[in-house]
């Protein structure tokens, strides 16, 4: 392996998943790839302090600071561009990004969705709302995506999902806690070793 693939990790909340993904880096889930780079829009994340307190560099940037989509997306390029990041994961980032900022790299942005897509996706579906329309939908199983970043929110091709039950009486946390445990910081982790396995070959 001439060197890992350079990831960079984008958050807006508690950042589990950021978690799940640092504990896989640790425990040789993935060995292909090196979180290079936490980049967060909140200021305070406490995903942040969890990439601190794993030696990992953090920058924050704000969209009401820059003023603008354009300035907020040219800021996170320059980010990438200075890291050497080859790999960009969205792990709970809370902000869409345009089809001039995707289409920059093709197949090189990864999401995490929390559920079965195509169900619950899409503009609008996000954290705790995706839980609250598949109990309000009444469906019995649910589950976690993992897939590439197109222009389409939540559209590009699938890489991996995997399934969980709906129990009587869950309510959108519940549901919501269950489908990370049992699916999102499984999947993610595996998502990225796969996908920075493939980058290193294509090298
Ligand atoms: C996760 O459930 C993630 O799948 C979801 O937000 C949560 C973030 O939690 N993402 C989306 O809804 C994106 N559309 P985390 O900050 O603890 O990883």
């Not at 549901?175 to 290193?200: C, D, F, G, H, T």
Request: hydrophobic share 40%; net charge neutral; glycine share 8%.
């Amino acid at each position: 392996m001439l060197h890992k693939t350079n990831i960079a990790v984008l958050v807006s909340g508690g950042g589990t998943n950021l978690q799940a993904l640092i504990d896989a880096e640790k425990s040789g889930i993935i060995k292909s790839g090196e979180i290079k780079l936490v980049i967060s829009n909140k200021e305070g994340a406490y995903a942040l302090e969890r990439a601190k307190s794993a030696g990992i560099r953090t920058e924050t940037v704000s969209k009401k600071e820059l003023g603008s989509q354009e300035a907020f997306e040219e800021k996170i390029k320059e980010l990438l561009k200075d890291a050497g990041i080859e790999l960009i994961v969205l792990a709970g980032f809370m902000s869409i990004l345009s089809e001039s900022f995707t289409s920059a790299y093709p197949e090189r942005i990864i999401n995490v969705h929390p559920s079965l897509i195509p169900s619950f996706c899409g503009a609008g579906f996000y954290g705790l709302r995706v839980h609250e329309a598949a109990l309000s939908y009444g469906v019995k199983v649910t589950g976690a995506t993992v897939h590439f970043v197109n222009e389409i929110p939540d559209g590009g091709k699938i890489i991996m999902q995997k399934a969980v039950e709906v129990q009587p009486g869950d309510t959108p946390e519940i549901l919501q806690r269950r489908v990370m445990e049992q699916a999102e910081w499984i999947i993610l982790p595996r998502a990225v070793e796969k996908v920075s396995a493939e980058i290193n070959k294509s090298k």
